[in-house]
């Protein structure tokens, strides 16, 4: 049997934090006087309480080395823990939402989906917004990070933890994996604290350039307007989300070495590796071809054009979800090409969901070896990427994932259409669900509307598919493999 109490005691402190964060928007509706504080008190009091327990009823278990069946464990469950704790607040404060909604919305936070079942952000208490946007930031990196921070203190391996939650598999940049935690943990605070001040001189108040700046940066896409960014109508603000967008999309070690003592001038070629510079071609490359077609098919300008088309592409690329317009107005066209960026995402080790550019390199090398081989029968290629050789168990991982992850979004769709949704408007749904993308195609979900109109039944599935998407499929699904519960 696996031994539960170290994972549980992890789960305890981690929900000790999560009780003093919500803290936080506690303090900030006390400011505004508003009565949703009393929901985030009541919630803080029931999550430490629970936390204290699991930590207090476990100590003293954790003394050995976690195991690789511990660690998969305690990424799915402090998943599924935190999110049922930290969706007590949007139950028990003034927007009263149905524990399924509630769970929903936290999911969505947490996976940094950006999917929304609320309507009448704008009349939202301010706590409520910087919760949501809180959310965001625990899942982008902060629970992450936090569990960096706590194993080794508990003698566990925390970059075990790391490589199974966000695939990344760098070389360690720091000799301590609690050093390389607060060192990310510094960078994304860093970096929403530029995005904030870039947000509050384009004109945005102090709580909607703090929320807007941790969506950004965690590419999450909760916005405290129902209309998304596109309420501010502002060049200079879609300018400074696109930036933080793409720079949330890079791998956070990229920054992590820029800091480092290590780093010279020389350094920065080197950085910009394949993925990077795949990344960045491609975002500019769909984003030209969108804006021509924007030009061209409707009545905008050259320079709206190139805007919104800009914006809304590298949103969905980002996995962000943000909106400046509703695309489905666009022509068939365009929705296709966005949902085909669904699929895209950024590079590993960033905050970004779907299936990430990495893969695509992978599966491109392989498709010029097939080839090769047509043609060279007794040749032979092998595969690279930054001068590195990629292995055959490599290639074999990301051909199986891609494979898994299309057939998750086929039938999460096919489940969501037996709850009534007609069949497009599901697979866009699951599409834009399992990539943690947020906005779907259709009348329910679409950019221009949010996904209360599902029943429960399919929230709770789309739970399912966030959290699948978001820990990368294997990592939840091999927990219903009969080896791992093998002793």
């Known amino acids: 049997m696996i031994d539960l109490r170290p994972i549980l005691q992890v789960i305890g402190m981690l929900l000790g934090i999560l009780a003093v964060t919500m803290l936080i928007p506690a303090a900030v509706d006390l400011a505004y006087v508003h009565t949703e504080s009393l929901g985030f008190v009541g919630s803080a009091v029931i999550t430490g309480f629970a936390g204290a327990l699991l930590w207090l ?118 000799p301590s994996t609690g050093q390389l935690a607060l060192a990310i943990t510094g960078v994304f605070a860093v970096l929403v604290g530029l995005c904030s001040l870039a947000y509050l001189m384009g004109g945005m108040s102090l709580l909607d350039a703090i929320c807007h700046a941790l969506s950004t940066v965690a590419t999450g896409g909760f916005a405290n307007y129902d209309s998304s960014i596109a309420v501010f109508d502002s060049l200079y603000l879609e300018t400074v989300a696109v930036v933080f967008m793409l720079a949330g999309s890079l791998p956070f070690t990229v920054y992590v070495a820029i800091t480092s003592r290590k780093f010279t001038m020389k350094s920065i070629p080197s950085l910009f590796d394949d993925q990077i ?3 960045l071609i491609f975002c500019a490359a769909v984003s ?24 809304n592409v590298i949103s969905a690329i980002t996995t962000t979800g943000f909106v400046s317009a509703d695309y489905l107005q666009w022509g068939g066209g365009a929705t296709m090409v966005f949902f085909a960026l669904y699929f895209v995402g950024g590079c590993t080790g960033s905050t970004t969901g779907s299936v990430k550019i990495f893969r695509y390199q992978v599966l491109f090398q392989a498709i010029r070896r097939i080839l090769f081989r ?106 219903f493999t009969r080896s791992f519960w093998r002793v």
């Open 57 to 174: 009823g476990n100590r003293g278990h954790s003394h050995s080395e976690m195991s690789l069946r511990q660690t998969f464990l305690l990424t799915v469950l402090t998943w599924l823990v935190v999110s049922i704790f930290a969706s007590l607040p949007m139950m028990f404060g003034q927007s009263r939402l149905s524990p399924v909604n509630a769970l929903f919305e936290t999911m969505s936070g947490l996976t940094t989906t950006g999917a929304t079942v609320i309507s009448g952000l704008d009349y939202m208490p301010a706590g409520l917004l910087l919760w949501r946007a809180l959310l965001h930031a625990m899942g982008g990196v902060g629970i992450i990070i936090v569990a960096l921070a706590l194993l080794p203190m508990l003698r566990v391996g925390g970059m075990q933890l790391f490589r199974t939650e966000s695939s990344e598999k760098d070389k360690k940049l720091l």
């Open 277 to 279: 510079r795949w990344f």
């Open 288 to 311: 030209l071809v969108m804006s021509a077609w924007l030009y061209f098919s409707t009545h905008l300008s050259p320079g709206n054009a190139l805007r919104h088309g800009t914006f």
């Open 374 to 479: 047509m043609v060279n029968p007794h040749g032979v290629m092998s595969l690279r990427l930054n001068g590195t050789l990629v292995s055959e168990e490599t290639l074999t991982s990301v051909i199986a994932f891609m494979f898994l992850f299309f057939v998750t979004m086929f039938v999460l769709a096919v489940g969501l259409t037996l709850t009534g949704v007609n069949f497009m408007t599901a697979l866009s749904a699951g599409a834009a669900i399992v990539s943690n993308v947020g906005p779907g195609l259709g009348d329910i979900a679409g950019p221009a509307s949010n996904y209360a109109g599902f029943s429960d039944s399919a929230k709770l599935m789309m739970c399912v598919g966030m959290l699948l998407g978001r820990l990368e499929l294997f990592t939840v699904f091999v927990l």
